[in-house]
């Protein structure tokens, strides 16, 4: 599920967006579908994070994906709403059916939000930015040094599971749980010589322990982008204060 | 004048393997250097030598006739002039996308950001992959890997770069455009010293040999008279080309 977020966040038509526009965007929503009731003002953050995930070039089927898990939790929250436990037992809760309706709603669309940041922007965008937000820069290296060994960790992992699997080492849970601690054991040194191989070819590139600095390529905020992203939400907020 | 002399080299790895045994070694400037032998001759072991990556225990290391300097001033001087490519590109590459990456080597020798941004495009157009700039690091295929390392080494504009096992790997074709890539570079000026287990291709490809046998250079010369000369082939434990 991570990869699928990552891959498109990677190859998305906003892409090369500015940060600066896509997070005004999505935290804007997420305010919007906070602040006023969720009818209808919620119904139209998520109309509108929905459509804009369309404009970016995610299909409608990788959203729904990537909405399902995080809305399952939603929906189970909200199930809870349509019952009370009082002392005759449990029975439907008065206003039961509006208020689960009304959670799931609020949720959803500041879900949907926020998902539109992240299927927009690579983590590695999103984690950079903190670096202009004053964090340490060790912090931001370290993330970024996690993120980028993560998938070569990952790899090296499936790599030893399937080596397992073809010598049957899978086979039964108990084998499966003996396989599975070999393998975290084995993963620990080999992250360890990956580190010190890393450091070599940073030293071989003139690196002497500092910062690791990079020249990283900022894409402009365009006004008109950012007069878009205004005049959608003022939109939201209007109808919220119309409704209210 | 010799570029790189490597005069009684001497080195073990901890828990006292001996990798290099008195090894010496001269690399003449713009020249195709390849440096064959079996498993665990030393190869890799001198490459990371001839960057300072590795101090020798014994012997000693001449830049242009001037024996190297391993103090920090020292190190980012040779290393400007030396570059290294490691054998498994996932141990170099390490930002988000490919024109950080890349990026990476010209930011340490303190050019001005227009400086960094022209290497990097001239490295990236040198090896064929500019129109992966913006691709990040962990979506590349193996032999994109290997051409973004590559790049890396190249934008600091070193006039050796070493280069371990540049072939290892990649399909027939990707080698073959690889080594074409590296031809390109070596006619702008660089000097190449690569490792391989390849002879045929070292046969085809470089103008100098240099075969390793535990720790030692044990004939260095023509590539074509060494590598089909099988008496000396067998004595590094390696068959003779076009075999």
Redesign the interface.
Known sequence: MTSTID?IA?SNRW??RSLVEKSALAFGLLAVSLAFPPWPTAAGVLAVAFAAALAAGVSPGAWVRVMAPPLGFVLTGAATLLVSVGADGIALAPDGLSAAAALTLRASAATAALLLLALTT?A??LV?ALARLKVPAEIVELA??V??FL??LADTLAAMQAAQEARLGHVGWRRRIRSSGLIAAALLPRAMD?AR??E?????????GGS??????RAPVSTAGLSAVAATLLALVLLGMTTR | MSLIRAEGLTYAYPGGVPALDGLDLTIEQGRRLAILGANGAGKTTLLLHLNGTLRPAKGRIHLDDTPVAYDRAGLLAWRRRVGLVLQDADDQLFAPSVFEDVSFGPMNLDLDEAEVRARVEAALAALDIADLAERPTHMLSFGQKKRVAIAGAVAMRPEVLLLDEPTAGLDARSAKRLLATLAELEAAGTTLVFTTHDVDMAHRFADEAALFHRGRVIAHGAAKAILTDAATMDRAGLDPAGG
């Open positions: 891959r990677h892409r090369s690579p590695t965008d950079a970024l040094l993120y980028r998938f070569v990956r191989r890393l070599t070819g940073l030293a071989a590139r003139g690196w002497s690791l600095r990079v020249l990283t390529r």
